[in-house]
C-alpha cells in the first residue's frame, strides 16, 4: 500500500511539473545564448498602442532556471481582472532565447485549447494566422499584441507592424494563454493581473 500511495504522488508530482513547463518547454524551447533584455519595467507611461493605458503587471517565464521572456501586461484605468476579453490591453514578451516562428504558432493554438474544444477547420484556420505573423525571435527581440474588443488582436514585432487577425474569439483565446483562468501557468498569470500580493503592483519576483 505504502508503494502505490508512493507512486500516486510520483505521478501527481510529474503531471504537475508537465503542466507548469508545458509553454516554456515547446512554445520557447530550442534555445541560444540568453541575452540582456530590459528586464522589469518600472515605468507607468502608457503603451503606445494603447493611449491612457498604465503597466498593470509583470512577470518573468522560467524553465528549469532558464529565462524564457520577460512579459508586460497594459491596461486602461478600471480594468477588471476577471473579465479580460472585454476590454482593450497590450501584452507585451521580450525574449530572452532564438525561437522559431513555427514553434510559437504551433504552441500557441494548442495552449488555446486549453480553454475549449477548436473544431478542426478553426484550429487549422488560426495556425494558418499565427504562422503568417509570428517571426522568429532572437534574443532581446519584442512580439506585441493587442486585444480589441469586439473586433480582434493586432500585432507588432519590435514595434513595427506584422498583422492582425480579424476574429474576435481568436483574441480571446490567444490572450488567453496568459490571463485567462485556464491558462498552464498561473502564477504568471496573476503577477500580470497584478493579483500577487506577494509582489509590489507592476512588479515580478522575478528569480
Not at 132 to 151: E, M, S, Y
Request: include cysteine; charged fraction near 20%.
Amino acid at each position: 500500500m505504502l508503494s502505490l500511495v508512493r507512486w500516486l504522488f510520483d505521478a501527481s508530482v510529474h503531471a504537475h511539473l508537465l503542466r507548469s513547463c508545458a509553454l516554456a518547454l515547446a512554445l520557447f524551447a530550442p534555445v541560444a545564448a540568453p541575452a540582456n533584455p530590459s528586464g522589469p519595467t518600472t515605468v507607468d507611461a502608457a503603451h503606445l498602442q494603447l493611449p491612457g493605458s498604465r503597466l498593470l503587471g509583470q512577470a518573468t517565464l522560467t524553465y528549469f532556471g532558464l529565462r524564457i521572456y520577460h512579459a508586460r501586461l497594459w491596461t486602461l484605468p478600471g480594468f477588471n481582472p476577471h473579465k479580460t476579453g472585454d476590454q482593450p490591453l497590450v501584452l507585451e514578451l521580450e525574449y530572452f532565447r532564438s525561437i522559431p516562428g513555427k514553434s510559437i504558432a504551433e504552441r500557441s493554438l494548442q495552449e488555446m485549447r486549453r480553454a475549449g474544444e477548436l473544431s478542426p477547420e478553426l484550429g487549422q484556420r488560426w495556425l494558418a494566422d499565427m504562422q503568417r505573423l509570428f517571426p522568429n525571435v532572437k534574443p532581446g527581440d519584442r512580439i506585441t499584441g493587442q486585444h480589441v474588443p469586439a473586433q480582434g488582436a493586432r500585432f507588432w514585432h519590435n514595434g513595427s507592424p506584422i498583422g492582425q487577425v480579424d476574429d474576435e474569439l481568436f483574441s480571446q483565446r490567444f490572450f488567453g494563454i496568459w490571463l485567462a483562468p485556464s491558462t498552464s501557468e498561473a502564477d504568471l498569470r496573476l503577477q500580470l493581473l497584478g493579483l500577487d500580493r506577494t509582489a509590489p503592483r507592476g512588479f515580478a519576483s522575478t528569480p
